[in-house]
């Protein structure tokens, strides 16, 4: 219990990690066009954001070092498998991130989607190590984005100095117990893994398709590039919202040449083809 804390999902731990190392005058190093959220908590607290650009859709780990030894961060921000391009770096090259970091600099890592990750991906947890603090959720493979269950692993020093700052009334008892049953029905929880990787390959060989780039992923949605600039793929996206599917997409150039589609079940990415197939033949 010493190395884990519960909040109210990944973007209250997030929130409460920034008030306690973020102030005014504080560095900070993240991915341009990573969660936002991240950065809204940052800049809340006074800190002063440095954002590194993606280098071939993934987070650019040895850029996001060299930033934060440049400007001596207090903190790194990495997803892993990442949002919103659902790319991924493996364990070793993990572990080496976190064997590089500055003196005094701490990486938050937020595997949110790890459950969806092949073997090979998360890291053995370490929890002696103070200079990584590992947040996990309940809103992704388990279902529960409404309760608002999140939890980050770290070493017990760390964790203990979210009791100062983190809302000790901000876990309701529902959200807990819904917690431990889904931790105890692991056979579920790989049953959603599999529908959702089958689901991932439907959407990809949907857009190979209609001529569109799948990227691999590791998380619980495909995204897709559109192979245009960000302007097309903003056009592809409202076409196929303007027939009743919702999809998305990143918001920072280059990512922004992409749209975003969730897994779903097969009924649903049935309407998808039809819908994505219909809308780029208006655009031609």
Request: aromatic share 8%; with cysteine; proline share 5%.
């Amino acid at each position: 219990p010493e190395n884990v804390v519960l909040g109210g999902g990944i973007d209250g731990l997030l929130g409460n990690a920034s008030r306690m190392f973020v102030e005014e005058g504080v560095h900070v190093v993240t991915s341009n066009g990573a969660y936002p959220t991240f950065n809204f908590h940052v800049t809340g607290y006074g800190g002063t954001l440095h954002k590194v650009d993606y280098r071939d859709d993934r987070e650019d780990w040895p850029a996001l070092i060299d930033k934060a030894r440049e400007t001596g961060a207090a903190m790194i921000y990495l997803s892993n498998p990442d949002n919103p391009m659902g790319t991924w770096w493996d364990a070793r090259s993990i572990t080496e991130m976190i064997s590089s970091l500055p003196d005094g600099c701490i990486l938050l890592l937020d595997e949110a989607y790890g459950e969806y990750a092949p073997p090979g991906v998360l890291p053995p947890i370490e929890t002696s190590d103070p200079r990584v603090l590992r947040f996990r959720t309940f809103s992704k493979a388990y279902g529960m984005a409404g309760a608002r269950v999140g939890y980050c692993i770290g070493e017990a020093g760390l964790i203990s100095e979210f009791e100062k700052v983190r809302d000790h009334y901000g876990m309701n008892r529902t959200a807990e117990i819904g917690a431990v049953a889904a931790l105890a029905d692991q056979e579920w929880l790989a049953s959603v893994v599999e529908r959702t990787t089958a689901a991932r390959e439907r959407i990809a060989q949907i857009a190979r398709d209609n001529g569109l780039a799948p990227i691999a992923s590791a998380t619980n949605f495909v995204t897709i590039d559109c192979l245009r600039d960000t302007a097309y793929a903003k056009s592809v996206m409202e076409g196929v919202l303007s027939r009743g599917v919702f999809i998305r997409m990143p918001g920072v150039d280059p990512l922004s040449r992409c749209i975003r589609v969730s897994a779903g079940f097969e009924h649903d990415l049935d309407i998808f083809a039809e819908v994505l197939a219909d809308t780029l033949k208006a655009l031609r």
